[in-house]
């Protein structure tokens, strides 16, 4: 049955056998990847956690913690980086892996002509001609210069080790399934992977459907042709709990900031900018976008880190008076201009866009909200967009500014190029003394909320949700649905 309100659709078969887990995932198109290296969808996420691993992870709890590494340590200044391996780990085809895949997989994220996107900062410091395997399980990785975050990098999602013979065509890693089949846009299989050394899943197989349409995925949550989906709109959290289902609610730091490109007129002008943040009311979108599953915000991300400054700085609120002066000082008092947004980009974003063209209307601003298809928001135009939305997992701060804030990020979809600011974050990322890091970091953050092309305007709480026949599902800070766990789903007997 559908949802009171919600279209019926029909929803992709799922081919559903009793070890089978299938997933609903939002968002998607024909460049969907399988890259570990190069993941940019929700749907591309999910599929990247199934097939490979990084060297440490984060826990539910977002604490760093080994996963196929024993552990990562730097020398007396943080030039060099020894990573050890734990012992006994297999790829999917049976073989060790070994030091010599991990100086393979650096090297391939480290090519400078092609860094992986949230190594790009890292990728002009390493000297990969100087680092050296030690054995078979240890291996030493040469840098130019400190760097003192490295661990924290390694820790993330989309660094996956392959093997030294990587070949997407035929993507091989260590993770809990392996691959079976993918078309992009639509949907890709997975086997479990019978010699994982974690936690073993309790499914034979687990099946990734794309869906850009928010009524689709929940009826076919609802119609039992998926077990879990991620980003439910807010307002149905209720209505699948009364027809069986199960919302999964987690504490994140995940952000759908919008998005000013500070190298655009009228937005070079810092005023512009600010006055876009005091335009928002943050509480209202918070209320009607998210449905209440959500924490104010004040343009600035990583609210986990321990330097985090977005409560010692004043909270940004609804002043249509301060905009309407700084619009006028900045002779942009009949401004009109164009939001671009997106189902892709996640739950409450078209929700929020909306209302964000309300409040201009306050301000004298006219805001033309133009929703596209996910495969062309981020599409070609990506990171072009003059005027946007988009969607951020949890990370610390300087992973984060290293993905979106620095000349070589690879998401600087607000053009930010402040000079004050990249040496502040460049000498912490070369900073070992941890309190000195901090004040840097808190230096950097306060130019962000003076003149940054962000307006975050909440931290959400995730909202996801499963079917009654699923347990096993936990909230998790880093990113939807158990972070995408999936090998620690067990299936509920049916009587």
Same mark, same amino acid.
């Given at each position: 049955?559908?949802?009171?309100?919600?279209?019926?659709?029909?929803?992709?078969?799922?081919?559903?056998?009793?070890?089978?887990?299938?997933?609903?995932?939002?968002?998607?198109?024909?460049?969907?990847?399988?890259?570990?290296?190069?993941?940019?969808?929700?749907?591309?996420?999910?599929?990247?956690?199934?097939?490979?691993?990084?060297?440490?992870?984060?826990?539910?709890?977002?604490?760093?913690?080994?996963?196929?590494?024993?552990?990562?340590?730097?020398?007396?200044?943080?030039?060099?980086?020894?990573?050890?391996?734990?012992?006994?780990?297999?790829?999917?085809?049976?073989?060790?892996?070994?030091?010599?895949?991990?100086?393979?997989?650096?090297?391939?994220?480290?090519?400078?002509?092609?860094?992986?996107?949230?190594?790009?900062?890292?990728?002009?410091?390493?000297?990969?001609?100087?680092?050296?395997?030690?054995?078979?399980?240890?291996?030493?990785?040469?840098?130019?210069?400190?760097?003192?975050?490295?661990?924290?990098?390694?820790?993330?999602?989309?660094?996956?080790?392959?093997? %030294?013979? +990587? *070949?997407? $065509?035929?993507?091989? !890693?260590?993770? @809990?399934? #392996?691959?079976?089949?993918?078309?992009?846009?639509?949907?890709?299989?997975?086997?479990?992977?019978?010699?994982?050394?974690?936690?073993?899943?309790?499914?034979?197989?687990?099946?990734?459907?794309?869906?850009?349409?928010?009524?689709?995925?929940?009826?076919?949550?609802?119609?039992?042709?998926?077990?879990?989906?991620?980003?439910?709109?807010?307002?149905?959290?209720?209505?699948?709990?009364?027809?069986?289902?199960?919302?999964?609610?987690?504490?994140?730091?995940?952000?759908?900031?919008?998005?000013?490109?500070?190298?655009?007129?009228?937005?070079?002008?810092?005023?512009?900018?600010?006055?876009?943040?005091?335009?928002?009311?943050?509480?209202?979108?918070?209320?009607?976008?998210?449905?209440?599953?959500?924490?104010?915000?004040?343009?600035?991300? %990583?609210? +986990? *880190?321990? $330097?985090?400054?977005? !409560?010692?700085? @004043?909270? #940004?609120?609804?002043?249509?008076?301060?905009?309407?002066?700084?619009?006028?000082?900045?002779?942009?008092?009949?401004?009109?201009?164009?939001?671009?947004?997106?189902?892709?980009?996640?739950?409450?974003?078209?929700?929020?866009?909306?209302?964000?063209?309300?409040?201009?209307?306050?301000?004298?601003?006219?805001?033309?909200?133009?929703?596209?298809?996910?495969?062309?928001?981020?599409?070609?135009?990506?990171?072009?967009?003059?005027?946007?939305?988009?969607?951020?997992?949890?990370?610390?701060?300087?992973?984060?500014?290293?993905?979106?804030?620095?000349?070589?990020?690879?998401?600087?979809?607000?053009?930010?190029?402040?000079?004050?600011?990249?040496?502040?974050?460049?000498?912490?990322?070369?900073?070992?003394?941890?309190?000195?890091?901090?004040?840097?970091?808190? *230096?950097?953050?306060?130019?962000?909320?003076?003149?940054?092309?962000?307006?975050?305007?909440?931290?959400?709480?995730?909202?996801?949700?499963?079917?009654?026949?699923?347990?096993?599902?936990?909230?998790?800070?880093?990113?939807?649905?158990?972070?995408?766990?999936?090998?620690?789903?067990?299936?509920?007997?049916?009587?």
């Amino acid at each position: 049955m559908a949802l009171p309100g919600v279209a019926a659709c029909s929803a992709p078969s799922s081919d559903a056998v009793n070890s089978q887990l299938v997933h609903g995932a939002t968002g998607g198109g024909l460049k969907d990847s399988l890259d570990p290296h190069f993941p940019v969808t929700i749907p591309d996420i999910a599929r990247v956690r199934q097939l490979y691993e990084s060297l440490y992870r984060f826990t539910p709890g977002y604490t760093i913690e080994p996963a196929l590494a024993e552990e990562i340590t730097p020398d007396a200044d943080g030039s060099s980086w020894t990573i050890r391996l734990r012992d006994g780990v297999r790829f999917h085809d049976g073989r060790t892996v070994h030091a010599e895949d991990v100086r393979a997989s650096l090297a391939r994220m480290l090519d400078p002509k092609n860094p992986a996107p949230f190594l790009s900062e890292l990728a002009p410091l390493a000297d990969l001609q100087s680092s050296r395997v030690m054995d078979a399980r240890t291996f030493r990785l040469a840098l130019e210069e400190p760097y003192a975050i490295l661990d924290q990098m390694l820790a993330n999602y989309s660094v996956g080790i392959v093997p %030294a013979d +990587f *070949d997407l $065509a035929h993507p091989i !890693g260590t993770g @809990p399934f #392996r691959f079976d089949m993918f078309v992009p846009g639509q949907r890709s299989r997975f086997l479990r992977n019978d010699d994982y050394w974690d936690q073993q899943a309790a499914f034979d197989e687990l099946v990734i459907l794309d869906f850009s349409d928010d009524a689709a995925k929940v009826n076919a949550l609802l119609a039992g042709q998926v077990q879990t989906i991620d980003n439910l709109p807010t307002y149905l959290a209720g209505a699948i709990e009364q027809q069986g289902s199960h919302t999964l609610v987690s504490e994140t730091g995940g952000w759908v900031p919008f998005t000013i490109r500070v190298d655009v007129k009228p937005f070079t002008d810092v005023r512009v900018r600010n006055a876009l943040r005091l335009i928002a009311d943050r509480a209202q979108m918070i209320d009607q976008a998210l449905g209440g599953y959500g924490r104010l915000a004040n343009d600035l991300y %990583a609210p +986990f *880190d321990p $330097a985090y400054i977005g !409560g010692d700085v @004043p909270q #940004r609120e609804q002043d249509i008076d301060q905009a309407k002066s700084l619009l006028k000082a900045a002779g942009a008092e009949d401004l009109q201009i164009e939001l671009v947004t997106s189902t892709g980009v996640g739950t409450g974003s078209v929700e929020a866009a909306n209302l964000f063209a309300q409040h201009a209307r306050k301000a004298g601003v006219q805001v033309r909200v133009k929703k596209v298809d996910p495969s062309v928001f981020y599409g070609d135009q990506y990171l072009s967009w003059v005027f946007a939305q988009d969607f951020w997992n949890t990370r610390l701060y300087l992973p984060q500014a290293a993905s979106c804030a620095m000349p070589k990020s690879p998401y600087n979809e607000t053009h930010f190029a402040d000079e004050k600011y990249i040496g502040l974050v460049r000498a912490a990322f070369r900073e070992m003394d941890e309190e000195r890091r901090n004040t840097l970091v808190q *230096d950097a953050q306060r130019i962000e909320y003076e003149s940054g092309g962000y307006l975050i305007w909440a931290f959400q709480n995730q909202v996801d949700a499963y079917g009654p026949f699923i347990t096993g599902v936990e909230p998790a800070r880093e990113q939807p649905v158990s972070a995408f766990r999936f090998n620690t789903f067990r299936p509920v007997e049916r009587r």
